[in-house]
């Protein structure tokens, strides 16, 4: 007889679910070896955060609801307080709730007691729309509360409400949007069960699947263990998913002839203009400049005094300001670099360093730091999109911004339509091509893109720290700051290639 204790297989969390209804290998790691895991950056961390504040506001919508504590090491513990509160009738709600069924757990977000008898699941989402996998989420929770002899009888998405605009005070009854998914999570779960017994099946096994990679590796999500299989793919020179903007189909249409470098596609091959321009230039190992009469035409066109614009925004989930909405960028800091006549450069900025609204502060020193003349290079079209957003918000500004808006020069088409270099990687980005046109990059500054420098700037708002502030502020004046050195340096290069320098 063998007195062996039997080995039961690991749980099934609903994120554990998740990740392997995107991935089986991904599931395996969650599982097996977490410790490949890395640790959160600080956009991951955010938007950590900004599921929270997202959840807890969401609950202020329910008076009298009662929160069930504990973390995901505690689930039995939460488990317990969960299955002692459902009888209580005077409660309306439950917060994180916890239910198991068949060695499958999950926590409820919300658990609303209907006034006609039975229950319905609110799921909250910090997105604005509802997306496919949110149902597979809803389902499987349905699923382990029904099991559980739950009487769930609806099922609702919170999103935040993009049509929100706040007034003087948060209306949190306003701010989120209800999606009725009943119908489609009681279609979706009757095949809950099948996944369920699958992802077990695979979690019995005694090595990991072998998992190519594929789209599904970002969709819907960049899985968090991408870096640790990327490692192990043949390292490849130039790869046709470097070809700019092209389409999938295409892609799969050359993997599956075998090729997968880009020097390798056949000339003949139908691609676009510019990336037909890539192909020459890494068949050729060497930049590749074009239509050079035409950027010489839009170089001269520039009038002195050359500026060079750069706008950082932030764009909280939950509106922080009056008349603002979900998710609206508000710009908090700019940079201005000035060319001379005479050719000297010098610099100017302003960031707004009080926790209240920002925007009329930024336009009206925007306003006095880029003068009435010369010509305003920026790098795409977002800073026309903030200078018109403003002028639509500040009517008295507005003949002020909208002569700025007329000055505007976007760089991006001189450099996209004109000048191509292997080391672009396949994107015109200021982060690819200053580093080629440029003489820095951003290696050597504390914040490197404009995300991270959104989240460190409400930190630096949040934080008693003075020295800690200061040090923040610091570091995002310097990173603005290279943006626009950034743009003056692209132009003095294109400038020279042309022969204008």
Same mark, same amino acid.
């Given at each position: 007889?063998?007195?062996?204790?039997?080995?039961?297989?690991?749980?099934?969390?609903?994120?554990?679910?998740?990740?392997?209804?995107?991935?089986?290998?991904?599931?395996? *790691?969650?599982?097996?070896?977490?410790?490949?895991?890395?640790?959160?950056?600080?956009?991951?961390?955010?938007?950590?955060?900004?599921?929270?504040?997202?959840?807890?506001?969401?609950?202020?919508?329910?008076?009298?609801? %009662?929160?069930?504590?504990?973390?995901?090491?505690?689930?039995?513990?939460?488990?317990?307080?969960?299955?002692?509160?459902?009888?209580?009738?005077?409660?309306?709600?439950?917060?994180?709730?916890?239910?198991?069924?068949?060695?499958?757990?999950?926590?409820?977000?919300?658990? /609303?007691?209907?006034?006609?008898?039975?229950?319905?699941?609110?799921?909250?989402?910090?997105?604005?729309?509802?997306?496919?996998?949110?149902?597979?989420?809803?389902?499987?929770?349905?699923?382990?509360?029904?099991?559980?002899?739950?009487?769930?009888?609806?099922?609702?998405?919170?999103?935040?409400?993009?049509?929100?605009? %706040?007034?003087?005070?948060?209306?949190?009854?306003?701010?989120?949007?209800?999606?009725?998914?009943?119908?489609?999570?009681? =279609?979706?779960?009757? $095949?809950?069960?099948?996944?369920?017994?699958?992802?077990?099946?695979?979690?019995?096994?005694?090595?990991?699947?072998? +998992?190519?990679?594929?789209?599904?590796?970002?969709?819907?999500?960049?899985?968090?263990?991408?870096?640790?299989?990327?490692?192990?793919?043949?390292?490849?020179?130039?790869?046709?998913?470097?070809?700019?903007?092209?389409?999938?189909?295409?892609? /799969?249409?050359?993997?599956?002839?075998? +090729?997968? =470098?880009?020097?390798?596609?056949?000339?003949?091959?139908?691609?676009?203009? +510019?990336?037909?321009?890539?192909?020459?230039?890494?068949?050729?190992d060497g930049p590749q400049l074009r239509n050079q009469d035409e950027l010489m035409y839009r170089i001269h066109g520039l009038t002195t005094p050359v500026h060079h614009l750069d706008f950082e925004t932030f764009n909280p989930a939950v509106p922080q300001f009056e008349g603002t909405s979900p998710y609206q960028a508000i710009p908090f800091?700019?940079?201005?670099?000035?060319?001379?006549?005479?050719?000297?450069?010098?610099? $100017?900025?302003? @960031?707004?360093?009080?926790?209240?609204?920002?925007?009329?502060?930024?336009?009206? !020193?925007?306003?006095?730091?880029?003068?009435?003349?010369?010509? +305003?290079?920026?790098? $795409?079209?977002?800073?026309?999109?903030?200078?018109?957003?403003?002028?639509?918000?500040?009517?008295?500004?507005?003949?002020?911004?909208?002569?700025?808006?007329?000055?505007?020069?976007?760089? !991006?088409?001189?450099?996209?339509?004109?000048?191509?270099?292997?080391?672009?990687?396949?994107?015109?980005?200021?982060?690819?091509?200053?580093?080629?046109?440029?003489?820095?990059?951003?290696?050597? @500054?504390?914040?490197?893109?404009?995300?991270?420098?959104?989240?460190? *700037?409400?930190?630096?708002?949040?934080?008693?720290?003075?020295?800690?502030?200061?040090?923040?502020? /610091?570091?995002?004046?310097?990173?603005?700051?290279?943006?626009?050195?950034?743009?003056?340096?692209?132009?003095?290069?294109?400038?020279?290639?042309?022969? @204008?320098?």
């Amino acid at each position: 007889m063998d007195n062996s204790a039997q080995v039961l297989p690991p749980y099934l969390s609903k994120s554990r679910f998740m990740s392997g209804m995107q991935c089986d290998l991904r599931l395996w *790691y969650e599982v097996f070896d977490r410790d490949l895991l890395p640790d959160p950056d600080s956009i991951t961390r955010f938007r950590f955060d900004t599921g929270t504040e997202v959840g807890e506001l969401a609950q202020k919508r329910y008076r009298g609801g %009662r929160l069930i504590g504990h973390d995901h090491e505690h689930f039995p513990d939460a488990h317990r307080d969960t299955i002692e509160l459902l009888p209580d009738t005077s409660i309306p709600a439950l917060f994180e709730p916890a239910f198991q069924y068949r060695r499958v757990r999950c926590r409820v977000d919300i658990l /609303q007691r209907l006034s006609g008898g039975g229950w319905r699941i609110n799921e909250v989402k910090s997105a604005t729309r509802v997306k496919g996998e949110y149902i597979d989420d809803v389902a499987l929770q349905f699923w382990v509360l029904r099991g559980s002899n739950i009487d769930v009888r609806d099922a609702c998405v919170l999103t935040i409400n993009s049509d929100y605009v %706040r007034g003087k005070r948060l209306n949190v009854l306003e701010l989120f949007k209800e999606h009725p998914v009943w119908e489609e999570v009681q =279609e979706r779960v009757q $095949t809950i069960g099948e996944d369920v017994a699958y992802m077990k099946h695979l979690l019995s096994e005694s090595s990991h699947p072998d +998992i190519r990679m594929g789209d599904h590796c970002t969709n819907p999500y960049k899985c968090p263990f991408y870096d640790h299989c990327f490692s192990k793919m043949p390292e490849l020179d130039h790869p046709v998913t470097e070809f700019y903007r092209i389409y999938k189909t295409q892609v /799969q249409e050359l993997m599956d002839q075998g +090729i997968v =470098e880009i020097r390798d596609v056949p000339e003949d091959f139908e691609l676009s203009e +510019i990336n037909r321009v890539v192909r020459k230039s890494i068949v050729r190992d060497g930049p590749q400049l074009r239509n050079q009469d035409e950027l010489m035409y839009r170089i001269h066109g520039l009038t002195t005094p050359v500026h060079h614009l750069d706008f950082e925004t932030f764009n909280p989930a939950v509106p922080q300001f009056e008349g603002t909405s979900p998710y609206q960028a508000i710009p908090f800091m700019f940079s201005v670099h000035t060319e001379s006549r005479r050719g000297s450069l010098y610099h $100017t900025d302003y @960031l707004h360093e009080e926790p209240t609204d920002p925007r009329r502060c930024v336009a009206e !020193h925007l306003i006095d730091s880029v003068g009435e003349r010369g010509s +305003i290079c920026v790098y $795409t079209s977002f800073e026309k999109t903030q200078i018109g957003n403003l002028a639509k918000e500040f009517p008295d500004l507005e003949p002020d911004l909208t002569r700025i808006l007329y000055r505007l020069v976007d760089l !991006h088409p001189f450099v996209r339509d004109h000048y191509y270099h292997p080391d672009f990687r396949g994107s015109f980005s200021l982060k690819n091509v200053y580093p080629v046109l440029g003489e820095s990059d951003y290696s050597d @500054l504390a914040i490197d893109e404009g995300g991270l420098a959104s989240i460190v *700037y409400m930190h630096a708002l949040r934080t008693d720290d003075t020295g800690e502030r200061q040090l923040f502020f /610091q570091n995002l004046q310097e990173y603005c700051k290279r943006d626009t050195l950034a743009t003056h340096e692209i132009l003095e290069s294109l400038r020279e290639l042309v022969g @204008l320098r």
